[in-house]
């Protein structure tokens, strides 16, 4: 028995998963503003940032009130006096400019909470924990009424932006996060470390398994043809 969907069922179909995944996405990016209760207070740092910035407040967060293409951008995280002790990760927050843990008794902080977090430039900590990645991260470290700032993130690579001692050759340095970076292959240069000049051999590679693909799908199509003849 064939079934045939119509117009009207397919697009009804098609929204549905699609505010399914609208609404499973925004439960991911925007989990990390109900880390706490409560929500940011005009008065913190995060509350005066968010209003300069024309941002609106959600929880714990600041978001982008001016981004059609990501309007649940997050641009600034209060997580300031949550009794927090550790911080293992902050899902959804890459792309936040301003982030306040201070008055929490955290005792760890993993660096790699923050790998990716290219827009990073202001974080306010308790003063007994050391900015991400170390001093040399940052442009200004300093310690006042009891919280560690840690302003404006440095790039990791070298000044030119362009090769880098700790890269393999023929690769770029690019920042990465505070204390990271990463290492693309350079134009022309692909494979492991960068050693194999010229273009990924997309059709080599893909070729082969496109075509094992369709003669697959049609034994399949013709075994199950037989049964539907058997029966």
Known sequence: M????SWFETAALIFILNVCFNESYQLTG????????????????????CSSSAGRIDRRCCLANNNTI???RIIGLDLS?????????????SKVFM???SLNPIVNISEKVFLGFLGLNYMILPQDVVCPGGNVSW??????QGKRLCK?????CNQTGQMSMSCPEHSLCGPYGPGFFECSCAENYQGYKCLRQGEFPVVEVFGPLAASTVVI???VWVTQRRKAKSL
């Open 99 to 101: 982030i306040d843990l």
């Open 217 to 219: 799908s049609f034994l």
């Open 70 to 72: 990501d309007p649940e």
């Open 139 to 144: 442009q200004k470290v300093k310690v006042k």
């Open 2 to 5: 064939k079934v045939v969907l």
């Open 30 to 49: 925007l989990q990390v503003c109900s880390l706490c209760g409560g929500t940011v207070q005009n008065t913190s740092d995060v509350g005066q940032f």
């Open 152 to 156: 404006g993130q440095n790039n990791m």
């Open 81 to 93: 006096n949550c009794s927090l002790t550790q911080v293992k990760e902050l899902p959804g927050a």
